[in-house]
């Protein structure tokens, strides 16, 4: 039995929905696109009902009801607003409120519009997306402004990061998102410069196989990796623990945003990821 919430993504057959509510799904995201009639919704939420489950009516720019596109011509925000305000109506007529309502389209602007008009005509919770966003690079960044800009503004309950990639980098770049808003605290956060002439060590691997070894600590840190006098002190007076690059191959190492030793020809990365996971760990005992 999965320790996760189970949520089933139905679309066309709803008797997929029904057996899903019966065999344990926590929630059952139907398309109003697909789902077929309202009868066949009924059906849907007397199973969900019946099973303790909730909703997610999951309005989408790709798939909008027939009637609405007829309305509309072409998917816009306020096609997708109102196939959301349609379906709300067939759940609430229903005596049925346990439900969240997502409008997501692949285009940000379409789907910010649609969320900020949505919000203010209804409380249900709302569950935030870009669709089809692309892959890693391209989809992470259209799903920052998105997802970012509205969480900004206090729109939003959950949030799903769509992109060509394995789940688990979805789930990554979500709670990056998240950690990067200040709406979750939790791992390692570096802080670290960009590649320029000025640097004493080699930061971009340095970082790239900090990150990679760190995954697994949860306990909040944060960590800066610069590499010059210019910004590093500065820099290093914000975090736990940070270094600073100098000539030489010698380096400051900061404590608690404050001076504490130099190292000289260290091999950094078991170095740093050693007294990372030492602060972290200390960190962790103080605060129980």
């Known amino acids: 039995k999965s320790k996760v919430p189970i949520i089933a993504d139905i679309h066309f057959h709803y008797k997929r929905a029904l057996e899903a509510a019966e065999n344990g ?89 649609a969320y900020e008009e949505l919000s203010s005509l209804c409380d249900y919770p709302l569950h935030l997306g870009i669709t089809e966003a692309g892959g890693k690079r391209t989809g992470s960044i259209k799903s920052s402004i998105g997802i970012g800009n509205l969480l900004l503004q206090g729109i939003g309950d959950t949030i799903r990061v769509s992109l060509s990639d394995e789940p688990e980098e979805e789930v990554r770049v ?67 623990i940070g270094i600073t690059g100098g000539g030489n191959n010698t380096h400051m190492i900061y404590i608690d945003g404050k001076k504490n030793h130099r190292i000289k020809d260290v091999d950094l990365i078991p170095y740093l990821e050693k007294i990372i996971r030492e602060k972290s760990s200390s960190c962790k005992e103080n605060n129980h």
């Open 25 to 113: 799904a926590s929630c059952l995201r139907i398309n109003p696109g697909n789902i077929g009639s309202d009868e066949k919704v009924k059906e849907v939420i007397k199973a969900a009902k019946n099973n303790n489950a909730s909703i997610r009516i999951g309005v989408n720019a790709g798939s909008l009801e027939k009637e609405i596109l007829d309305k509309y011509s072409e998917p816009n925000p306020k096609a997708l607003v109102e196939s959301a305000i349609l379906n709300m109506k067939i759940l609430e007529d229903n005596d049925f409120t346990n439900f969240k309502i997502s409008v997501k389209a692949s285009d940000v602007f379409m789907a910010m519009k």
């Open 174 to 240: 979500g709670f990056e998102i998240l950690k990067s808003l200040g709406l979750r605290n939790r791992g390692i956060t570096i802080i670290s410069c960009p590649s320029c002439a000025r640097q004493q060590f080699p930061v971009i691997e340095t970082v790239k196989k900090l990150e990679k070894a760190l995954e697994d600590v949860t306990n909040p840190l944060t960590v800066s990796i610069i590499g010059c006098v210019v910004n590093g002190p500065g820099e290093a007076t914000m975090t736990e």
